[in-house]
């Protein structure tokens, strides 16, 4: 995608070359970000409600007006298939429609006082300035998800995309710019996490970060802000098992699996890396898995593939080593395993949608987070084996069961450790209004992002007693 990134800073492009000056110009560029939405804040902050959500939604219509070119951009530079790509940039749509709306009426509610002389209400004020930091793996979506909340409620925002993905995110900033944000309200820095991060977490004109990524750099990026007493907000890894039942419908439950498993090629923290099927019905399933998994057309996204590279070779590498690994523990792979070459794959980092069969929850390939288009596969004799089995790990974010009784689907809501919990349905694939976050360590836990609850962590609630 070429070697020159460009920073936002205040309003104008300033290019940032890659390499050695990266972390030359960053740690500057980065203070110099701070500094002008420190400087942005109070403005944007009194900005009316309708201003900001007019400008939103301007955003909103910018992003599609530009949809086929973002959804390109998404192909080449993480490797996405077409329609993954083309429905992540119409969720960063949706995310600035929905914000725009909410930045007309959210301000707070009024409450009956006791006296008749009192008015009493609430009103939620912005923290000021907002860091975040992003994931390449949804590299629109999951920037749109915190920008449009932060902006909404009055927040001046410093942003900082993943180095394997900024070109959709200069995308994204130029059509906030475009839709008539003040200078300074966005400031976008590029370049590698430990040098504008830490600036980010550490400079006293941050008042909150919200993070989304790995769960080692997420506790380390939480403790330093903590440390500087901001608020922090932290979306981690995921270990997320689906559960089948002996009266699942076996095709459904395929199909359920295997999407969550191999869909963005693995790449979601959300994705279905355990699939935890009773004995009664394992045989059938695997089969059945297989049929699906060899069927997965896997090739370049702007080819029409089913299911596209990993985003980077260090991605492979690391696939590659779990499905070792994995081997070596005892597993039985039952299809895929390998890396794809020849063409047309010599351009990109491709391997093959993998099942693991046998596995039991002490092995690695059980319980850590591969990220890439791997699965688990893991027997079970009853549904107390099968809820043990799924609460077994570090991680708790999404989790789904395929079952037809009532009763477990009941229960497994109850008892599954999960920020998501979906009955029939897969582990990957969230509704924008509804509260999204993790159980464990995929997340801070306090607070949720998207719907009503996103808007909650870029603001402070006053309590007013009017006489
Ligand atoms: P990552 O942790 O390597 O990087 C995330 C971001 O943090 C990047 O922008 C990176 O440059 C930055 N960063 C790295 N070191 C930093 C530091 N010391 N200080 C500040 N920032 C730093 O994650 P990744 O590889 O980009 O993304 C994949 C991970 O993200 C997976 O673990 C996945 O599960 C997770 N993820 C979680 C969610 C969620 O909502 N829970 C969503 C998507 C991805």
Redesign the pocket.
């Known amino acids: 995608m070429g070697n020159s990134h460009h920073n936002f800073v205040d309003g104008e492009w300033i290019a940032a070359e890659t390499g050695e000056t990266f972390e030359n110009v960053n740690p500057a560029d980065a203070t110099r970000a701070v500094e002008a939405a420190v400087a942005a804040a109070d403005g944007w902050e009194t900005t009316p409600g309708p201003e900001r959500g007019r400008i939103l939604q301007a955003a909103s219509e910018r992003l599609a007006a530009r949809k086929n070119e973002l959804t390109e951009a998404l192909i080449r530079e993480e490797g996405k298939a077409r329609p993954e790509a083309a429905g992540e940039v119409q969720r960063a749509v949706d995310i600035f429609a929905y914000y725009g709306a909410k930045a007309r009426d959210f301000r707070g509610t009024v409450k009956a006082a006791s006296s008749p002389d009192t008015t009493l209400y609430t009103v939620q004020e912005p923290m000021g300035v907002a860091a975040l930091?992003?994931?390449?793996?949804?590299p629109i979506a999951?920037p749109a998800w915190k920008l449009a909340p932060a902006l909404a409620t009055g927040n001046a925002v410093v942003f900082?995309?993943?180095?394997?993905a900024p070109d959709v995110a200069r995308m994204l900033v130029e059509c906030l710019d475009d839709a008539g944000l003040p200078p300074g309200v966005v400031n976008m820095v590029t370049g590698?996490?430990?040098v504008?991060?830490?600036v980010?977490?550490e400079h006293e004109g941050v008042d909150a970060v919200s993070?989304?990524?790995?769960?080692?750099?997420?506790l380390?990026?939480g403790a330093?802000a903590q440390e500087a007493g901001k608020r922090v907000q932290l979306?981690?890894?995921?270990k997320n098992p689906t559960v089948v039942m002996p009266s699942a419908d076996l095709e459904r439950a395929v199909d359920i699996v295997a999407s969550g498993a191999f869909g963005v090629t693995g790449?979601?923290?959300?994705a279905c890396s355990r699939a935890i099927v009773h004995e009664d019905v394992y045989d059938e399933f695997l089969e059945a898995l297989v049929v699906a998994a060899e069927s997965i057309t896997v090739g370049p996204g702007l080819d029409g593939a089913d299911m596209g590279p990993q985003v980077s070779a260090d991605?492979l590498q690391g696939t590659l080593e779990y499905i070792d690994i994995a081997r070596g523990e005892g597993a039985t792979l039952l299809t895929g395993g390998s890396r794809l070459t020849g063409a047309p794959y010599d351009n990109g980092h491709f391997v093959e949608p993998t099942v693991f069969a046998d596995a039991s929850p002490e092995m690695r390939i059980s319980c850590e987070?591969v990220?890439g288009p791997v699965l688990a596969v893991l027997p079970v004799g009853d549904f107390e084996e099968a809820m043990e089995v799924a609460n077994d790990v570090e991680f708790g974010?999404s989790a789904s069961i395929v079952t037809q009784e009532l009763t477990e689907a009941n229960r497994f809501v109850d008892e599954i450790e999960a920020g998501v919990a979906k009955v029939n349905d897969k582990t990957t694939g969230l509704e924008l209004h509804v509260p999204?976050?993790?159980q464990k360590a995929?997340?801070s836990e306090t607070y949720r992002?998207q719907g009503d609850a996103g808007l909650e962590f870029y603001t402070l609630s006053k309590t007013v007693y009017m006489n």
Do not use: D, H, R
Not at 133 to 138: K, L
Not at 212 to 218: A, L, M, N
């Open positions: 930091i992003t994931p390449w793996n949804y999951i900082k995309p993943a180095t394997n590698p996490g430990s504008v991060g830490s980010f977490t993070f989304t990524g790995s769960t080692s750099v997420g380390a990026v330093a979306e981690m890894g995921g790449q979601a923290c959300t991605e987070e990220f974010l999204f976050g993790g995929s997340s992002e």
